[in-house]
C-alpha cells in the first residue's frame, strides 16, 4: 500500500519548489537552527519539536491565526548562526511551499515529503490526479491520494473563525504520517486513543500540552504509559473510569465527556442508537 501527497490550488504567485538540500547546506548541515528561531514565543501554549525529526525544535505557527510566521529574532545566539538562520528563512519564503502554508516549518514539511503542487483540486481534480498517476508509475496496489492542500484549508479556517479553540485532531481517524506531520507542524493538537497513538505523536515531537489521552475506558497499562510521558490530559465519562484514573495517574487533568444526541441523525441511525459525544 502507498500514499502519496499532492496539494491542491491556493491563490498565489509563481514560485519555485524547496530544495532541501540546499537549505540543509544553508543551515550548515541541519535544519535545527532555522526551525529552532521559529519556536512559539512564551507566551503561546509552549514549544514543540519539529516533525521533521525527533529532536528538530519548531513550534506552532507565530502571527495571525492564519499562520503566517514573522520574521522571528535569533536572541542569544553568535551573530554568524543568526545570519545562517535569517538567510535559510528568506530561502524558504521564496519556495511555493511556504507561499502556500505561511509556515516555515510546515513549508520544509512539504519539501521534505516531496508533495506535488496539482492544478485542481476538489472530487474531479483528484480523481484526475489519481489517474495519472496510476498510469505514469504502473501502479496495481492500493493507493492512497492525500490532498494536503484541502487538510491545509481546513486547519486555516478552524483558527480564522475560532482563534481561541485549540483544534485536536483524532489520530484514530487517519493516522497517515503526511497528514499526521503537517498538521504538527501547523500547530494542531492530538487526540490519542492508544498506546500506538500516543508513540506515533511522540515521535513527531508534539510536546505533551497539545495531547489529549481520549480513550473512554483506558487500559492500566496504557495508563502507565501516559504517565511516563507527560500526558497532561485525558477524558473520562463513567465513576469507574475517574476512580481508575485517580489511582493510576493522580494529578493529571482531566475532561469530562458528555452525551448529546445529535438532532440531525437519521430516524435509522436513531434507532440503531447512534449517538455523539463531546469533550
Known amino acids: 500500500m502507498a500514499s502519496i501527497g499532492v496539494l491542491s490550488p491556493r491563490p498565489m504567485g509563481p514560485a519555485a519548489s524547496l530544495d532541501v538540500t540546499a537549505l540543509d547546506s544553508l ?13 512559539a514565543p512564551a507566551r503561546s501554549s509552549g514549544t514543540a519539536t519539529s516533525p521533521l525529526s525527533p529532536g528538530h525544535a519548531a513550534g506552532r505557527p507565530r ?14 545566539v553568535d551573530p554568524v548562526r543568526a545570519a545562517k538562520v535569517r538567510a535559510a528563512t528568506d530561502f524558504v519564503k521564496k519556495s511555493w511551499q511556504y507561499k502556500a502554508t505561511g509556515s516555515v516549518s510546515a513549508a520544509a514539511v512539504l519539501a521534505d515529503l516531496h508533495v506535488r503542487r496539482v492544478p485542481h483540486g476538489g472530487p474531479e481534480g ?13 501502479l496495481d496496489d492500493t ?3 492525500y490532498d494536503l492542500g484541502n487538510t491545509l484549508r481546513l486547519f486555516k479556517a478552524w483558527r480564522a473563525a475560532m ?9 484514530k481517524c487517519n493516522p497517515e504520517p503526511a497528514l499526521l506531520r503537517l498538521l504538527a507542524a501547523l500547530g ?19 510536546p505533551q500540552d497539545r495531547v ?16 511516563g510521558a507527560g500526558v497532561q490530559l485525558t477524558t ?14 493522580p494529578g493529571v487533568g482531566l475532561v469530562l465527556r458528555v452525551r448529546c444526541d445529535d438532532p440531525d441523525v437519521s430516524g435509522a441511525a436513531a434507532a440503531a442508537g447512534a449517538v455523539c459525544f463531546a469533550v
Open 143 to 145: 493507493t492512497y491520494v
Open 212 to 227: 489529549i489521552f481520549a480513550h473512554p475506558c483506558k487500559r492500566p497499562a496504557d495508563l502507565r504509559f501516559a504517565a
Open 126 to 138: 483528484m480523481k484526475r490526479v489519481a489517474a495519472g498517476l496510476i498510469k505514469a508509475n504502473a
Open 236 to 249: 473520562f465519562d463513567t465513576e469507574g473510569e475517574l476512580g481508575k484514573v485517580a489511582a493510576m495517574y
Open 188 to 206: 494542531a493538537g492530538f487526540d490519542c486513543a492508544s498506546k500506538a497513538e500516543l508513540e506515533a505523536v511522540a515521535a513527531l515531537g508534539v
Open 163 to 171: 482563534p481561541r479553540v485549540a483544534p485536536f485532531y483524532a489520530v
Open 63 to 76: 502571527g495571525d491565526p492564519d499562520g503566517e510566521e514573522d520574521d522571528g529574532g535569533v536572541a542569544g
Open 27 to 39: 543551515c550548515s548541515g541541519s535544519l535545527d537552527e532555522l526551525l529552532a528561531a521559529h519556536r
